[in-house]
């Protein structure tokens, strides 16, 4: 069997990707599979990420976030103090008990997120997003190699900015239009 990660065919997914990282053909199956994620992460994740930067400009309002700016850097400590307290739940995924587990890792600091939105509107993700991936940061930067850790910065940059808005603006459009009905 040929184990020279070189002359090992490419699958279609590693042949995209290689065309951002060159370097993906040099790699083992089990370290290629990890950067081709990683670059086709980033590469689908940005445009969405891009869309949600945009709609996020037009549902902005500035006026209430002036008139609340005092919330803002409670907001803001609170975010990044529950996000330091990481919670672990584990559960049995079997019928009876048949060993197979799962586990879920997470922490409180959407509360404050989802909260700040409905209390203050989407606009605050402005601030919201920008302390949250400067948490993700400090994580990224001890990834020891440059390349690795510029495209695992990238995937987690584009997953962070578009998860951490758009189910947040989703949701608040659902509840401005829904809301005037209840009125």
């Given amino acids: 069997m040929n184990h020279n990660p070189e002359t090992q065919p490419l699958d279609p997914f590693a042949r995209l990707a290689s065309t951002f990282r060159r370097d993906i053909p040099t790699f083992r199956a089990e370290a290629r599979i990890n950067r081709v994620n990683d670059v086709l992460c980033a590469l689908i994740s940005l445009p969405l990420a891009i869309a949600v930067v945009i709609w996020l400009v037009r549902v ?3 006026t209430l976030i002036l008139q ?4 803002l850097p409670l907001v803001i400590a609170l975010i990044v103090l529950l996000s330091r307290w990481n919670f672990l739940l584990i559960t049995d995924l ?8 799962g586990n879920v890792n997470s922490s409180l600091d959407s509360v404050i997120r989802w909260s700040a939105v409905f209390v203050l ?23 020891p190699a440059a390349a690795d850790r510029n ?16 189910a947040p603006l989703v949701a608040f459009s659902a509840y401005t239009a829904i809301y005037p009905m209840f009125i």
Avoid at 122 to 137: D, K, R, S
Avoid at 151 to 166: E, K, M, P, V
């Fill in 151 to 166: 495209w695992r910065l990238a995937q987690s940059f584009t997953l962070t900015i578009a998860g951490l808005t758009l």
């Fill in 94 to 101: 079997g019928a009876r008990g048949g060993g197979i587990y």
């Fill in 68 to 71: 609340n700016w005092h919330l």
């Fill in 60 to 62: 902005s309002d500035w």
């Fill in 121 to 143: 509107g989407p606009t605050v993700l402005w601030f919201v997003v920008p302390v949250e991936l400067g948490l993700l940061a400090m994580h990224i930067l001890k990834i």
